[in-house]
């Protein structure tokens, strides 16, 4: 009797490892690796503003820039709070603080692990390319880049096969249960097949429900959300070409940007400050985000037909008409943003929200201007408050400033958090 029990026990422990085994190899899966496409946004939110990949701006250049340090925690560490390693010693980091004059790297404490190796990964993955942005790897059609892809998929499907894997052996290890109990006389049940059986039939409602929640709550959340939105306009302008080759200032079309609520989109008689003269497309190949490529002298032709322009005759001849642009960035209307707040007040670059506009041949919203995305950066940006008497109702955090207790002011601490400050 005792050795029957014995036995059974041992069967018990091995279906048990089998499910045990099965369940660490599916969590195993699900760990994601670094994610450059996140990193980029992040990126440049927070770091485009000092550093480039390739060259020196106000930071180093960051290619290879894991190389450069003796250990990946303390890079991280670096990230976090650099005056922290300054503090420690470190000999490479208080070289480079020394070789910067002495300007101390921005904290951002909010950064998790997980968000740092994202940028690092981006970093490493940008610096795989040539310096003028052309990759030394595959290029897509039309000349589009390929960017990093999100394995989620993968993982997801790899989770799913051993998932199965498990609920095969142990139906398996039941079956030779039931066939050693059998050769040694041994009364046992027949076992219940796994699509039978009401434990393994509540554990998949459980799961799905599980997972049909998770994606219900997102898409709930991501209403009125467009992250990415490229709609095609009536006239292909690129970005690229005009802010990014000709460095034309965004100030120049954009004139409401620093002086009210809205940047304004421009009207045609700022495009024809210079088009009266330009009438013909000579840059480098322009494509649609799908590789159709574009006659930019056609697209400028479409400009003369909306406002009426003979280049011939070098005069209007005909009434003029608006140009019907589709609006990208869009918030809801119960939500205040002020440009000019922003962008003279913050000191805001405008790709911090936009994304590398002088990059894009055609533009889309490259952040998805949820609530959470802008905490974040009012939670790490850090105020002009130094001499700024507009803040001088915050004595205490200047005191602090000056007795060394925090090194900067983030607009978080200053009430950017505050409900009424974004919404009526």
């Known amino acids: 009797m005792y050795r029957r029990v014995s036995i059974r026990m041992r069967k018990h422990f091995v279906s048990v490892l089998i499910l045990c085994a099965g369940l660490v190899l599916s969590v195993s899966t699900t760990v994601k690796a670094a994610d450059p496409g996140k990193g980029k946004a992040l990126f440049q939110q927070n770091c485009a503003s000092c550093h480039n990949v390739h060259k020196r701006v106000t930071g180093p250049a960051l290619k290879d820039v894991e190389g450069r340090w003796s250990d990946k925690k303390l890079l991280h560490q670096w990230i976090h709070n650099s005056a922290s390693v300054l503090a420690s010693g470190d000999q490479y980091a208080n070289t480079l603080y020394n070789e910067y004059n002495k300007q101390a790297m921005p904290a951002f404490p909010s950064f998790t692990d997980e968000d740092i190796d994202n940028i690092l990964a981006y970093i490493s993955q940008e610096g795989a390319k040539e310096p003028g942005g052309g990759a030394k790897t595959a290029v897509a059609a039309g000349g589009a880049e390929e960017s990093g892809e999100d394995n989620s998929l993968l993982f997801g499907i790899i989770t799913l096969i051993l998932a199965v894997v498990a609920l095969i052996l142990m139906q398996i290890n039941s079956n030779l249960n039931k066939l050693a109990a059998d050769k040694e006389g041994v009364a046992t049940p027949d076992p219940v097949p796994f699509y039978k059986n009401k434990a393994y039939i509540a554990l998949a409602i459980v799961v799905l429900f599980m997972v049909g929640g998770y994606f219900t709550i997102q898409g709930a959340i991501g209403l009125g959300r467009q992250k990415d939105y490229m709609p ?73 037909d909306y406002v009426g322009w003979d280049p011939q005759a070098q005069k209007y001849t005909k009434p003029g008409k608006p140009i019907e642009w589709t609006k990208i960035h869009n918030l809801p209307d119960h939500v205040y943003f002020n440009h000019s707040q922003h ?26 201007l949820s609530m959470g995305w802008c905490i974040n950066c009012h939670r790490t940006t850090k105020v002009q408050f130094a001499d700024n008497k507009y803040y001088s109702i915050f004595e205490k955090f200047h005191q602090d400033v000056k007795d060394g207790k925090i090194d900067s002011v983030t607009v978080e601490m200053v009430g950017g958090t505050e409900c009424q400050k974004c919404h009526y």
Not at 251 to 262: I, M, P
Not at 277 to 303: Q, R, V
């Open 232 to 304: 095609e306009q009536p006239i292909h302008y690129s970005h690229k070409v005009h802010a990014g080759i000709n460095q034309i200032n965004c100030l120049y079309c954009h004139a409401g940007a620093e002086k009210s609520k809205h940047a304004m989109i421009p009207s045609e008689n700022i495009c024809m400050n210079c088009h009266k003269a330009i009438n013909e497309y000579h840059g480098p190949d322009l494509f649609t985000a799908e590789g159709k490529k574009i006659n930019g002298s056609a697209e400028i032709a479409k400009l003369y």
């Open 343 to 368: 962008v003279v007040a913050g000191k805001q670059q405008c790709q911090t929200c936009h994304g590398a506009i002088q990059e894009m041949d055609e533009v889309h919203q490259f952040a998805d």
